[in-house]
């Protein structure tokens, strides 16, 4: 399950209850060649030693991407865009077999990181991180779709004029006007606003830009309320309650506003389910 905007921000703030000033006493990594080989983990594990006897002193996250200060000028980042699970366990009891990073600390308990996908784990000093892709990706001047009081819809509709681009790559990936989003993501956006996954953004009209801005704060802010989406497990594997209102829960069903059958594009390295009728 990818964890996007929402996931990161309800992640970060549990996190941030929970692990200021714990200790860390080890720390192993398992599985970890596919992810080592495409540069998502350190290229000398022996880095994640660094992190021993650190203690955790504050959390920050953007988009996607959480970032965990430690004292000692140590850092860890993390980003779970293809798909991640992070979990707390307050003793080793009930730690699944597969996963790929395991953080104990002094207290006896654990920070637990299950890839499902490909994302970042890495141990970084303070010098190094800004010089991370994901870091450098969210931690930008390319606004976070809610949460910032100044990202504005002028500023939005501005951001799109800048580039003319494909819908898709104006909300998710390396030329997105905002942070933090994926496909999971746009296509609830898309379907909400009524646009169709495969328009160009130069060919929006006002309104259905004002659709977009509009259904992208609502979406994103009902999943931040209802605990992410209903395939996300919290820090505490506590299920989200937000259902996607389009994406592969729709399969072979119809659109709830119109009946249409619900179809399936390819497009942009990912499946995009959408409403023939009502997406235009
Ligand atoms: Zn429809």
């Not at 779970?80 to 308990?109: C, M, Q, V, W």
């Not at 003319?164 to 379907?191: D, P, R, W």
Request: net charge positive; hydrophobic share 35%; aromatic share 10%.
């Amino acid at each position: 399950m990818s964890i996007e905007l929402p996931e990161t921000q309800i992640l970060a703030e549990q996190m941030t209850r929970t692990f200021l000033e714990k200790k860390v006493k080890s720390v192993k990594l398992y599985d970890y060649k596919k992810l080592q080989k495409v540069g998502f983990i350190n290229r000398r594990i022996k880095d994640f030693d660094k992190l021993i006897d650190c203690k955790i002193k504050s959390l920050d996250y953007r988009g996607g991407v959480i970032h965990v200060k430690f004292n000692k000028k140590m850092n860890l980042v993390l980003c779970g865009n293809y798909g991640a699970k992070y979990r707390y366990f307050e003793t080793e009891e009930g730690i699944p077999k597969k996963i790929h990073f395991k953080l104990g600390f002094t207290d006896g308990s654990y920070f637990v990181i299950r890839q499902s996908g490909m994302g970042l784990i890495y141990a970084a000093e303070d010098n190094e991180v800004s010089n991370l892709y994901v870091y450098k990706r969210d931690f930008s001047d390319t606004p976070a779709p809610v949460g910032e009081h100044d990202f504005t819809f002028e500023r939005f509709s501005e951001l799109l004029d800048t580039k003319k681009q494909n819908i898709k790559a104006a909300l998710v990936g390396k030329t997105a006007v905002v942070v933090g989003l994926s496909n999971a993501a746009f296509q609830e956006i898309i379907y909400k606003a009524g646009i169709h996954p495969k328009r160009n953004t130069s060919t929006l009209i006002e309104s259905e830009r004002n659709n977009v801005y509009d259904s992208m704060k609502e979406i994103l802010n009902e999943r931040i309320c209802s605990g992410g989406k209903n395939k996300f497990e919290d820090l505490f594997g506590e299920f989200g309650r937000h259902t996607p209102v389009m994406g592969p829960n729709m399969k072979d069903k119809t659109c709830p506003q119109c009946g249409a059958t619900i179809e399936k594009i390819a497009h942009s390295g990912g499946q995009v389910y959408f409403c023939p009728r009502c997406q235009v």
